[in-house]
């Protein structure tokens, strides 16, 4: 599929741009065919970027499974979540449904949040939009921003190149950070659920020991690691968050929580002062929670899935040490 539609988009011709036309975005489309939480939560930063540059615009979302509904949940400017069943051949119908959804509706510009997704530029094509932003690489913007590669940025990044070329102007130099947009009520209980747990007010390290296929370190990996994290921290609380499975690759040795609800464990980790783990969807949701992270990479390309803002940190695990390890983690709780 990558091979048949890696050249969809590259006979779209651009509208001619007038300088004495004002050009108004109102509707926008973001597309990212992806359940998983972690894809949804790398979403964020885009739909963000949309919402900054065009305010009091509305955002449509086509991503597939329904967390996205939960993601976005507080996200007043996002409109619709057009929300593909993850295996369209049990709901073959509601899958043709959201395909025609694209057409049916128009859009001031659609956006590709991936540009490895064969359906999104699919997608991307057939959509009824005036402006179309389908995620290819750019060579101009690759070799000026050494983060490009990055797969929540480099959408940032096109998006911001493909309005210059329209005459838009003023672009902003940060980029939005991931965010699942906390509200206060939801801070407020995790921090009365952190509470309950530590039963202290020291300062709180939390890690989650869980990941998926190669990505997941051993239990001898996770135990010396969490042993010397308790000899370097005896004034910090240690807490591990637990994944859906319930289990725990330190044997349960430290206070633990568990819960269902992405929105509850985010706002428990948005108390903590620092979050730790593998590269994973629950690392991506403790960046969106605001709380500084630090992401072992052992199998994956840190450059695209690291976590960044909020004094966060990735660590190449091959290259490195437990010492290199625990200099960086210092680094991160000085500044936290």
């Known amino acids: ?25 109102k509707k926008v489309l973001v597309i990212r065919p992806n359940h998983r939480l972690g894809n949804q939560l790398l979403l964020t930063p885009i ?3 949309v919402i900054n540059r065009f305010p009091g ?15 976005f949940e507080n996200f007043e400017a996002v409109d619709k979540i057009i929300c593909l069943p993850r295996k369209p051949f049990n709901e073959i119908f509601t899958y043709i449904k959201g395909w025609i959804s694209i057409k049916k509706n128009h859009y001031d510009i659609v956006i590709n949040g991936d540009k490895n997704s064969s359906s999104g530029r699919l997608l991307t094509q057939i959509s009824n939009a005036t402006y179309k932003v389908f995620g290819d690489v750019h060579e101009d913007i690759q070799n000026q921003y050494p983060d490009y590669l990055h797969i929540s940025k480099y959408p940032i990044y096109n998006l911001r190149r493909y309005l210059k070329q329209i005459g838009f102007s003023d672009i902003p ?50 135990l010396t690691f969490y042993n010397r994290l308790l000899k370097a921290y005896p004034n910090y609380n240690i807490i591990e968050m637990l994944p859906i499975e319930n289990i725990s690759k330190i044997n349960f040795k430290a206070p633990t929580f568990y819960s269902k609800d992405i929105r509850e464990m985010g706002g428990i980790i948005n108390n903590t002062d620092i979050f730790i783990a593998a590269d994973n969807g629950v690392m991506h949701l403790a960046s969106a ?5 630090v992401g072992f990479f052992s199998v994956t390309d840190l450059n695209v899935y690291m976590p960044y803002g909020n004094n966060s940190i990735a660590i190449d695990t091959n290259k ?16 936290s």
């Open 1 to 25: 599929m990558g091979k048949i539609t890696k050249n969809i988009g590259s006979s779209y011709s651009e509208p001619i741009f007038d300088p004495n036309k004002k050009i108004v975005i």
């Open 47 to 49: 739909v963000n970027e």
């Open 57 to 71: 615009c509305k955002v449509d979302l086509f991503v597939k499974g329904g967390v996205a509904n939960v993601v």
């Open 173 to 222: 130099k940060e980029l939005p950070l991931l965010d699942i947009k906390l509200n206060a009520t939801e801070i407020a209980n995790g921090k009365q659920i952190l509470a309950d747990i530590v039963k202290n007010d020291k300062k709180t390290i939390c890690i989650y020991t869980n990941a998926t296929g190669d990505k997941c370190y051993s239990e001898d990996w996770w």
């Open 289 to 293: 929670s605001q709380t500084p992270t």
């Open 320 to 335: 490195t040490n437990i010492e290199d390890w625990m200099m960086q983690i210092e680094k991160v709780l000085a500044l």
